[in-house]
């Protein structure tokens, strides 16, 4: 009975050894912008999933240099710009605006307006 | 005006169409290279087999880094292309990624030494800067500047269409 007790008990504290979190931070404040910067960060190695939906090698890398970013007191710009300026622009899922992006805000758009302007001349006819 | 609707709808059809046919037939096109001129980010790390530390002042003129591990298998499919270029006195300095040294060590005896030297880049931090995401990936370097970076294996192919190019018009490493 004592044996089986202990078993059991072993079984159901163990998890406690493992269950230390694996990022650590100073602030809850920092713990809650990298939660956040890791969602809106691509995985350079991912077809499309976040930086929070990949355990690739790069990913957990990056996860681990954002930590470090943070503690040395950079903002979620300057850390978005850092990781821009290594691994492309296609790491940010919202792209700032210029020469090669311009088609991709504007496409919308352009679409809206043909759109209403097929409908509005079947509207006379 | 229904017929001008229809004509619209062909037209983006067609449009549609030749677009992907386009795109899919572009020989030169290249996903995995990136001509983005960029400084080659300051660094320390040790060689692979001392404890002698590598840092950016060790690398002078034009060379090629190459990113590499044990653990990498197209790295082995690359291995006998490095080789070739080796045998043209092309300087490759190898960046040894997330591997251990005896392994790495294991592999160069094995295989074959194609680099120049090899630093050892156990946590990944260099490639971090150069935005390596993986392995093989390799740069090509003219005084300092990264003028090439390409993810993936390299082969003649990729060398023809993506590095030679270049290398001809700064006529580099002799331009063979």
């Known amino acids: 009975m004592l044996t089986k ?8 504290f163990s998890s406690f050894i493992i269950s230390e979190s694996l990022y650590k931070f100073d602030s809850v404040e920092d713990e809650k912008r990298f939660y956040s910067l890791i969602k809106e960060i691509r995985c350079p190695k991912c077809t499309s999933g976040s930086l929070a939906s990949s355990n690739a090698p790069v990913s957990e890398d990056i996860k681990s240099k954002i930590i ?17 300026d290594r691994f492309g622009n296609q790491v940010l899922y919202n792209p700032g605006f210029s020469k090669d992006t311009y088609f991709l805000w504007f496409a919308p758009g352009l679409f809206l307006i043909l759109i209403l302007l097929i409908f509005f001349f079947r509207k006379r006819t | 005006m229904t017929v001008l609707i229809r004509f619209i709808i062909i ?19 290249y996903p995995g290279a990136d001509f983005t001129i960029s400084d080659m980010p300051d660094f320390e790390i040790k060689d692979l087999y ?7 002042k060790d690398l002078e003129g034009n060379y090629l880094i190459n990113v590499w591990a044990s ?7 690359e291995h ?9 006195d092309i300087p490759i300095i ?14 160069i005896t094995r295989f074959g030494d194609p680099y120049k030297y090899i630093i050892h880049d156990y946590k990944g931090e260099l490639a ?31 060398w023809d269409d993506v590095f030679m190019p270049i290398i001809k018009k700064e006529s580099l490493f002799d331009a063979n």
């Open chain 2, 128 to 158: 971090l800067d150069l935005g390596v995401t993986g392995a093989p990936e390799t740069f090509l370097l003219i005084d300092g500047k990264i003028i090439v970076h390409y993810r993936g294996e390299v082969n003649d192919m990729i």
């Open chain 1, 68 to 84: 470090e970013l943070i503690k040395e007191g950079k903002s979620d710009q300057e850390i978005k710009q850092f990781l821009s």
């Open chain 2, 71 to 77: 653990w990498c298998i197209t790295c082995r499919v």
């Open chain 2, 94 to 107: 190898g960046l040894n990624y997330k591997d251990e040294a005896q392994d790495a060590i294991n592999w």
């Open chain 2, 80 to 88: 006998s292309f490095l080789a070739k270029l080796d045998s043209k």
């Open chain 2, 50 to 56: 001392s404890e002698r530390l590598f840092n950016i």
């Open chain 1, 5 to 12: 007790f202990f078993l059991f008990s072993t079984v159901i």
């Open chain 2, 11 to 29: 037209v983006i059809t067609l449009m549609f169409f030749s677009f992907f046919y386009l795109y899919i037939n572009d020989d030169k096109y």
